[in-house]
C-alpha cells in the first residue's frame, strides 16, 4: 500500500478562500518536505519541516512526527497557487542511504 | 538556493535507441537522484548516488543504468528504450546534513 496518503486527492476553491491540504504516512519518518509542481512543470520546494510548524507567508506547515501526519494550510487563496502539492517522507538514515517517498499529490484549482 | 540543471529538456527517440540524460548541480551536495514522473504513480526512484563513482539502486531501476562522473554530473542511461520509458524525468540533489532536496527543470522523454 501507499505509504504516504495525500488528501484530499483535489479540491476547487473560490480566490480568497483557504486550504487544508493532510499528509499522513503509514511507517515511522525522519523528516518530510513539501512541494509545489505547475502541470508538466518543476518540483519547488515549498517546507522542509522534520517537525513542528513553520510559516512563509500565507502558507503553513504543521509537521507531527509522533503521530505521523503533516498539513499545509493555505490562507486567502489565490489563482496563482492553483497546481499540484506533493508531500514527501524521508523514513530514516541508515548508512548511507537516504531517500524521499512520495505521495500522488493534491491538485487544488482557485477559480476567480 | 541550489541550482539543478537537465539536459534535454525534450526527447524523442525510437524503441531501441539509446539516450542519455545529463544533470548537473553547483552547490556541491552529496546526493544526487534520478526520478520519473508518471500519471497514477506520482514521482518514483530509479537511481541515485551519494558521491563520485557511487550508485545506489533505487524502487524501479529496471531499464535503466546510471553514472555519476564527478561531484556535480550525474547520468541517466537508457540503452535499449522501449515505450514505457516514455515519461518526465526529474534530476535533484540534496545534502547530506541538511536533507532538503532540490529538483531540476525535467526532461520530457517520448519513446516512439
Known amino acids: 500500500g501507499q505509504q504516504v496518503q495525500q488528501s484530499p486527492t483535489s479540491l476547487v476553491l473560490q480566490e480568497g478562500e483557504n486550504a487544508e491540504l493532510q499528509c499522513n504516512f503509514s511507517?515511522?519518518?525522519?523528516?518530510m518536505q513539501w512541494f509545489y509542481q505547475r502541470p508538466g512543470g518543476s518540483l519547488v520546494s515549498v517546507f522542509y519541516?522534520?517537525?513542528g510548524t513553520k510559516q512563509s507567508g500565507r502558507l503553513t506547515s504543521t509537521t507531527v512526527i509522533k503521530e505521523r501526519r503533516s498539513s499545509l494550510h493555505i490562507s486567502s487563496s489565490q489563482i496563482t497557487d492553483s497546481g499540484t502539492y506533493l508531500c514527501?517522507?524521508?523514513?530514516?538514515?541508515?548508512?548511507?542511504?537516504?531517500?524521499?517517498?512520495f505521495g500522488l499529490g493534491t491538485t487544488l484549482q482557485v477559480q476567480p | 538556493e541550489a541550482a539543478v540543471t537537465q539536459s534535454p529538456r525534450n526527447k524523442v527517440t525510437v524503441t531501441g535507441g539509446n539516450v542519455t540524460l545529463s544533470c548537473r548541480q553547483t552547490?556541491?551536495?552529496?546526493?544526487m537522484y534520478w526520478y520519473r514522473q508518471d500519471t497514477g504513480h506520482g514521482l518514483r526512484l530509479i537511481h541515485y548516488?551519494?558521491?563520485?563513482?557511487?550508485?545506489q539502486i533505487g524502487d524501479v531501476p529496471d531499464g535503466y543504468k546510471a553514472t555519476r562522473t564527478t561531484q556535480e554530473d550525474f547520468f541517466l542511461l537508457l540503452e535499449l528504450a522501449s515505450p514505457s520509458q516514455t515519461s518526465l524525468y526529474f534530476c535533484?540533489?540534496?545534502?547530506?546534513?541538511?536533507?532538503?532536496?532540490?529538483f531540476g527543470p525535467g526532461t520530457r522523454l517520448t519513446v516512439l
Open positions: 535533484a540533489s540534496s545534502d547530506w546534513g541538511l536533507y532538503e532536496q532540490y
Open positions: 511507517t515511522s519518518l525522519n523528516s
Open positions: 519541516n522534520p517537525s
Open positions: 514527501a517522507m524521508e523514513q530514516g538514515v541508515t548508512g548511507n542511504t537516504r531517500k524521499l517517498i
Open positions: 552547490n556541491s551536495h552529496n546526493y
Open positions: 548516488s551519494y558521491g563520485a563513482g557511487n550508485l
